[in-house]
């Protein structure tokens, strides 16, 4: 997955709401004392930051992406020298560090084609010393949408239409898929851990609410932006997604419209494994 200068996941991970979530994150984690963690598709570095500052017992954390132009954020953001930063690829994770004690996807499974997050969640089981835990969290998967909030997201589609078309423009409905919106079940991520190898493997689901600044945050994700309007002109798209938001949003007197985030995790064996 590419991503365009200026609409990276930042703004969102700026929210008090991820540093929410990522909280939950680092409470699974229960990295050990003088533990190495490889936070993997660390992206501009707010949750390889929340690690750090949330699991202060931690020895290491190694910081993972493709994107150089993220990792720059990611190194003026945090000068520590518990931290490093490494570019490449969550599918080549092996190949790019030793051993380590946790391994975190923080919001990145749904950046992966799904034919390939197997194969990184068994990386990551490689790439675990005996007892080490792999945790993945994310936003886009099958169940995310609480079945109340259903008319949230049909009149902001309407409201984003209205805006569209008052440039000239229109959400574009015959598309291939994107990678962001092929999702799967909690259960189906549990089953990509146990197939990995991973001997205890667990999943919950946690509710959250979104203000109307979390929502606008989300607007400027590129991820987002092309999966729900289809179009290729990010300023354009997030433009009328945040138009349509504000709408909907007074429309329907709204202060907040709460949506489910998705955790799981695996635990590798440390006899049978070891």
Not at 246 to 267: K, N
Request: net charge negative; proline share 5%.
């Amino acid at each position: 997955m590419t991503f365009s200068r200026g609409y990276e996941f930042d703004a969102m991970s700026r929210r008090p709401l991820y540093g929410d979530v990522t909280q939950r994150l680092v409470d699974i984690c229960e990295a050990p004392d003088g533990g190495v963690v490889a936070d993997v598709g660390c992206g501009s570095g707010l949750a390889t930051q929340l690690l750090l500052e949330r699991s202060a017992q931690v020895g290491a954390i190694i910081g993972i992406d493709p994107s150089e132009h993220e990792l720059a954020i990611a190194r003026q953001r945090l000068r520590d020298p518990k931290v490093r930063f490494v570019q490449g690829r969550a599918q080549d994770v092996e190949s790019l560090t030793g051993p380590v004690d946790v391994a975190v996807l923080s919001n990145v499974m749904h950046q992966i084609p799904a034919a390939e997050r197997g194969p990184v969640i068994a990386g990551c089981h490689r790439l675990l010393a005996p007892g080490g835990r792999c945790v993945l969290n994310t936003l886009f998967y099958e169940g995310a949408v609480l079945p109340e909030t259903r008319p949230f997201y049909a009149h902001w589609l309407r409201a984003t239409r209205e805006a569209l078309r008052e440039r000239g423009e229109d959400i574009v409905l015959a598309r291939s898929k994107p990678v962001a919106l092929q999702t799967l079940t909690p259960h189906r991520h549990e089953e990509l851990f146990a197939e990995a190898g991973f001997s205890q493997t667990k999943s919950e689901e946690a509710v959250y609410p979104w203000t109307l600044q979390d929502w606008e945050a989300l607007c400027t994700y590129s991820v987002f932006v092309e999966g729900a309007t289809g179009i290729s002109d990010l300023a354009l798209g997030s433009e009328a997604l945040t138009q349509g938001l504000r709408a909907t949003f007074e429309r329907l007197e709204l202060t907040e419209v709460p949506r489910r985030w998705l955790f799981a995790w695996g635990i590798k064996g440390s006899q049978e494994d070891a």
